[in-house]
């Protein structure tokens, strides 16, 4: 048995967590923490895995503690930047034996539409991302997203591909969405939906566009389950659920 605590746990997608967690052979659900719990309870439970689904501007704390406690930690919370993911390795380097995986996005089908995504990017001269949630969210554009530019930019780079083409010369502020390296990234927030994402490419008259609807957030949870089963024999930083899906 592993012994699994929750971060966020009284939030949409940690009182989900803990649920799965429960219902999950090999996890033993020790703790379910949220704002007004000290850190130190997760030690007091005798946590070996802590799930967080807390807030950006919370994370950073957490992970820290976690890692200089020797807790491996399955990170769903979003906001992570390079020098973020840069400061979670400093950590990981004074501990050897912890395993860290942050994923933007824990559902496998937003994991395999980020993978078509970056196989399509060189096929297309036009891309646009277009992600859409509940209005609830804090974080604009969503790590989904994000991760999902960056890894259309990357592909796009290495095949040599220049600007994509937009003859846009004048603009109301944010009318072409915000910018993440390449790919220009438009937020919807609207009641009623969950987590959906489209990625639009074009090409000479045709166009693609691969689409994926989380529609509850229980589909998220089997690769929750995954990460906190798999975590523990995997030390150091994982970025991306991908890693543990043997995709290849
Ligand atoms: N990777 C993935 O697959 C997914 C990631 N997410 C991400 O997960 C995060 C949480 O989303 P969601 O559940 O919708 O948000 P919620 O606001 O519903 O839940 C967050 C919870 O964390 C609590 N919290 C805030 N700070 C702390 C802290 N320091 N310690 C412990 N708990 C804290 C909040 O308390 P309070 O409300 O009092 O502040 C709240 O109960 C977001 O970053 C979101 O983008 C969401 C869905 C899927
Ligand atoms: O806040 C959410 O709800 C979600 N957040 C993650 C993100 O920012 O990508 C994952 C999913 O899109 C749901």
Redesign the pocket.
């Known amino acids: 048995m592993v012994n699994v605590a929750v ?10 967590a803990a649920r799965a967690v429960q219902a999950a052979d090999k996890l033993d659900l020790v703790a379910e ?5 000290r ?1 130190e309870e997760l030690v007091e439970a005798g946590a070996e895995v802590v799930v ?8 950073m ?2 992970l820290r503690f976690c890692v200089e406690h020797g807790i491996h930690a399955v ?5 992570f930047t390079d020098e973020r993911l840069d400061q979670v390795r400093g950590w990981l380097a004074d501990a050897p034996g912890v395993g860290v995986l942050i ?5 496998v089908g ?1 994991v395999l539409m980020m993978r078509f995504a970056e196989q399509a990017a060189r096929f297309f001269p036009s891309v646009e991302v277009v992600e859409l949630h ?1 209005p ?4 604009a554009p ?3 997203a994000g991760r999902t530019a960056e890894l259309i930019s990357a592909a796009r780079r290495r095949a040599g591909m220049g600007n994509v083409p937009d003859a846009t010369t004048q603009e109301v502020d944010g009318a072409r969405g915000a910018r993440v390296g390449d790919v220009h990234v438009h937020s919807v927030r609207l009641s009623g939906l969950v ?1 959906h994402q489209e990625v639009l490419f074009g090409g000479q008259d045709e166009t693609l566009t691969i689409r994926h609807d ?1 529609l509850a ?1 229980t589909s ?1 949870m089997p ?2 389950v995954l990460g906190a089963r798999t975590v523990v024999e995997r030390p150091g930083l994982t970025v991306g ?1 991908e890693h543990y899906l043997d995709l290849d």
């Open positions: 971060l966020g746990a009284r939030g949409r997608m940690g009182a989900e923490l949220d704002v007004d719990n850190l967080d689904f807390t807030h950006p501007e919370a994370v704390d957490n990170v769903g919370t979003t906001g994923a933007p996005n824990f559902s937003a509940h609830l969210k804090a974080d969503s790590g989904t987590a989380s957030r998220f690769g929750v659920l």
